[in-house]
C-alpha cells in the first residue's frame, strides 16, 4: 500500500475513532436529558393528580377546573395510583397495580419526598403529599414514545453524519496527504531522471524546514559523491590513457624493431635500456595516477584543524634551507599576529611545496620570493621565481593533470604536481591562480579563507 493510502485510511481510521465517541457521547448525554425531562413530567403529573383528587375541597371552583384541564391533557400509557396513610390505594383503585408497600414506604423516606424509578419497564416517578386528609404517596407511570422517537431520529442523524463524514473525511485526508507528500513525489520523478549521464542535475529543495527539506538536501549531497566519484573515474582512466600510451608506443616500438631481423648484443642491451626508461616513466606515471586518485578520494573525508599560516610558511621555508645553502628565498609580509585558517596541515604543506619545487625547477635555484597579505577575510600567499615563465596561450591549462608547458618539457617532470595543488586548495575552499612577472618567471596566488573561530 502507498504511503499517501496508508495515511488516508489512519487518519480516517483515527477521526473514524474519535467521532464514534463524541456520538456516543452526545447520544448519551441526550438519552439522559430525556429521561430526565420525563420524569419532571411525571414529577408535575404527579403533582397535579394529587390537587384533583385532595385539593378539591380548598381550590376555588376556576383553580379546580383549571387544575382538571391540566389532569385530563394525559401522558401515553399515564397511570395514577394514591396511597393513603397505611400505603393503601386511595381515591383510585387499580387491582392490576405491582406497587408494594416496601416502594410505597421508599418514597416516604426518599430525599427531597420524590422518587423515580421503572415500574413494569416504565418509568415512573413518586411524591409523597401532606394535606388534612393526611400524608398521601402520589405515583404516575407512562409511555415515553415522545422521547424514545426523538432518540432514533438522533440516532438516525448520528449514523448518517458518522457515515458521511468519515467518507468527507477520507477524500480529504487523502487529498491531504497527496498535498503533504508532492515534494516527495517530485523528487521521486527527478530521481528517476538521473543517470550517470546527468549526475549534476539536482533534486528541487523545499523551502519548508521539514524531513523532506533534510532528504531533498541528503539526497543531492549523495548525488554530489557520486558526480565526484564518476568524475574521478572518468579523468583517472582519461588520463592513464593519455599518459600510459606514449610510453607504450616507445616500448613497442623498440621491441618490434628489435624483433624485425636479428641484432647485435650492443644493440639488443641498447633496446634494453631504452626499455627501461620507458617502464620507469610508466611507474612514474602510474604512481602520480594513483597519487591523484587519493587526493580526489580523501576530499569528503579530511579532517580540518586551526593551521596557523605564517608558522606554516616558515616552518616550509625551513626545511628547503635544510635541503641545501642554494635554496634562498625573500619572505616580506609576514603579520604579527598568527593568521589562522581551518585545513589539513598536512595537505597545506604539500600544496605550497609543489609550488615552491616548480618555483627552484624552472628558475635554476634561484631565489624564491614568498609574500603574505590579508585581503578582507582571506589570506594571500604569492609565490614568485625567476624562471622561464609559460606562454600566455597555456595559462589555462596548467592546472590539468599531466599537462607540461611548451617551454617545459626539457625539465623533468610529471606534471601533476599543480593539478595536486589545485585540488588541495579547493578543498579548503580557496583559490589558486598563475600570473607571469613583469620581467621573467611566474607567480602563483593561493587564496585561504580565514577561519572566523579562532
Request: with cysteine; aromatic share 10%.
Amino acid at each position: 500500500m502507498k504511503i499517501r493510502n496508508r495515511l488516508s485510511l489512519e487518519f480516517a481510521l483515527l477521526s473514524a475513532g474519535i467521532m464514534l465517541l463524541v456520538m456516543l457521547l452526545i447520544y448519551g448525554l441526550f438519552a439522559d436529558y430525556v429521561k430526565q425531562v420525563f420524569y419532571h413530567r411525571l414529577r408535575d403529573r404527579a403533582l397535579i393528580t394529587a390537587q384533583v383528587f385532595l385539593e378539591k375541597d380548598e381550590l376555588t371552583k376556576k383553580s379546580f377546573l383549571e387544575i382538571q384541564q391540566k389532569y385530563m391533557r394525559t401522558l401515553a400509557g399515564e397511570r395514577s395510583f394514591i396511597y393513603n396513610d397505611q400505603n393503601t390505594q386511595s381515591f383510585i383503585n387499580d387491582s392490576t397495580s405491582t406497587i408494594t408497600p416496601e416502594l410505597v414506604e421508599r418514597i416516604r423516606n426518599s430525599n427531597n419526598n420524590e422518587l423515580f424509578f421503572l415500574l413494569e419497564g416504565k418509568p415512573a416517578a413518586g411524591i409523597t403529599y401532606d394535606d388534612n386528609q393526611g400524608n398521601f404517596v402520589i405515583i404516575v407511570t407512562a409511555e415515553n414514545y415522545s422521547g424514545r422517537q426523538h432518540l432514533n431520529n438522533l440516532l438516525m442523524m448520528l449514523c448518517s453524519t458518522y457515515v458521511i463524514g468519515l467518507a468527507i473525511l477520507f477524500i480529504l485526508s487523502k487529498r491531504f496527504a497527496g498535498k503533504a507528500l508532492k515534494p516527495i513525489v517530485h523528487v521521486n520523478n527527478t530521481i528517476r531522471k538521473i543517470r550517470t549521464g546527468n549526475l549534476h542535475e539536482r533534486v528541487i529543495v523545499p523551502q519548508n524546514k521539514d524531513e523532506i527539506n533534510e532528504l531533498a538536501n541528503n539526497f543531492n549531497e549523495l548525488l554530489s559523491h557520486l558526480e565526484h566519484a564518476f568524475d574521478m573515474q572518468r579523468s583517472f582512466v582519461s588520463n592513464a590513457s593519455h599518459e600510459l600510451r606514449t610510453p607504450l608506443t616507445s616500448i613497442i616500438g623498440e621491441l618490434e624493431v628489435m624483433l624485425s631481423k636479428p641484432r647485435s648484443q650492443e644493440e639488443y642491451i641498447s633496446t634494453m635500456r631504452s626499455v627501461l626508461a620507458e617502464s620507469e616513466k610508466l611507474t612514474v606515471i602510474l604512481n602520480r595516477l594513483f597519487e591523484l586518485s587519493n587526493y580526489d578520494a580523501a576530499r569528503p573525508h579530511q579532517h580540518f584543524e586551526p593551521v596557523n599560516i605564517p608558522e606554516l610558511l616558515q616552518q616550509i621555508m625551513d626545511y628547503w634551507k635544510d635541503q641545501g645553502h642554494q635554496y634562498q628565498f625573500n619572505y616580506s609580509g609576514a603579520p604579527q599576529t598568527p593568521v589562522w585558517v581551518e585545513g589539513n596541515k598536512v595537505l597545506l604543506e604539500t600544496a605550497i611545496n609543489n609550488v615552491i619545487k616548480n618555483a627552484f625547477k624552472f628558475s635554476e635555484n634561484k631565489p624564491v620570493t614568498i609574500m603574505v597579505s590579508q585581503v578582507e577575510e582571506s589570506v594571500l600567499i604569492s609565490i614568485a621565481d625567476e624562471g622561464i615563465g609559460f606562454p600566455d596561450a597555456e595559462k589555462g591549462t596548467l592546472f590539468q593533470p599531466f599537462f607540461r608547458a611548451s617551454n617545459a618539457r626539457a625539465y623533468p617532470g610529471s606534471g601533476v604536481g599543480l593539478s595536486i595543488t589545485e585540488k588541495i586548495i579547493l578543498m579548503h575552499k580557496g583559490t589558486v591562480m598563475a600570473t607571469r612577472n613583469d620581467g621573467k618567471g611566474a607567480c602563483f596566488h593561493i587564496n585561504l579563507p580565514i577561519s572566523p573561530d579562532f
